[in-house]
């Protein structure tokens, strides 16, 4: 096999160049407690069926209810939402105590505030390197106008600016 000329410092601020959005995603524990976390890895991936994906770290505190559950919900977050990003991924604190939730039809957690949010059923888990790979079939869904909140470089990123016209609306 060929031998890597770059390391994971290297490789993971190459990865950050990506511009994505910032979701928090979100399902219960065994206990049906609410848990969640900041993750700008979600990426839509079919349209018939429906279907988005997002990746897990196999270290982070989650992982066990990720592991274990047949539902998710990913909340996108909005440009003044960079706070509700912070609580998501800070740990030894309570996520949701000051942020007002509600629960999606099939029970998984949505932030009341956020942007726009897809409630998914579990479609299929992929082991893949050290993360955890959810894809969910979309049952319901939120559609927000408000810009969104960016990420790239380590950095939170301010969206609202004019836009210029990308692929034509359907
Ligand atoms: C903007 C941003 C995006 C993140 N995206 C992901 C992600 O896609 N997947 C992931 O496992 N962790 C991601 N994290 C890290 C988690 O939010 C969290 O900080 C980490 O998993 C530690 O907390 P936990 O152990 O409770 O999960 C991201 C953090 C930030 C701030």
Same mark, same amino acid.
């Given at each position: 096999m060929r031998q890597a000329d770059f390391d994971t410092t290297d490789l993971r601020r190459a990865f950050g160049t990506f511009l994505t959005g910032v979701t928090v995603v979100t399902t219960r524990d065994e206990s049906g407690a609410p848990c969640g976390m900041t993750a700008n890895s979600f990426t839509s991936v079919s349209l018939d069926p429906p279907l988005v994906l997002v990746c897990i770290g196999n270290g982070s505190s989650n992982i066990t209810a990720?592991?274990?559950?047949?539902? =998710?919900?990913?909340?996108i977050l909005g440009h003044d939402q960079t706070d509700v990003?912070?609580?998501?991924?800070?740990?030894?604190? $309570?996520?949701? #105590?000051?942020?007002?939730?509600?629960? #999606?039809?099939t029970g #998984?957690?949505?932030?009341? $505030? @956020?942007?726009?949010? =897809? $409630? @998914?059923?579990?479609?299929?888990?992929?082991?893949?390197?050290?993360?955890?790979?959810?894809?969910?079939?979309?049952?319901?869904l939120q559609i927000g106008q408000r810009p969104p909140l960016g990420f790239c470089r380590g950095r939170f990123?301010?969206? $609202?600016a004019?836009?210029?016209?990308?692929?034509?609306?359907?």
């Open positions: 990720f592991e274990a559950t047949d539902r =998710f919900a990913v909340n990003a912070t609580v998501f991924s800070a740990r030894g604190v $309570d996520r949701f #105590a000051t942020i007002v939730h509600e629960e #999606a039809t #998984a957690p949505i932030l009341t $505030d @956020c942007l726009g949010w =897809f $409630d @998914c059923r579990l479609h299929q888990r992929v082991i893949a390197g050290d993360h955890l790979i959810l894809i969910g079939y979309v049952e319901d990123v301010n969206l $609202d004019t836009v210029s016209p990308g692929m034509p609306a359907k």
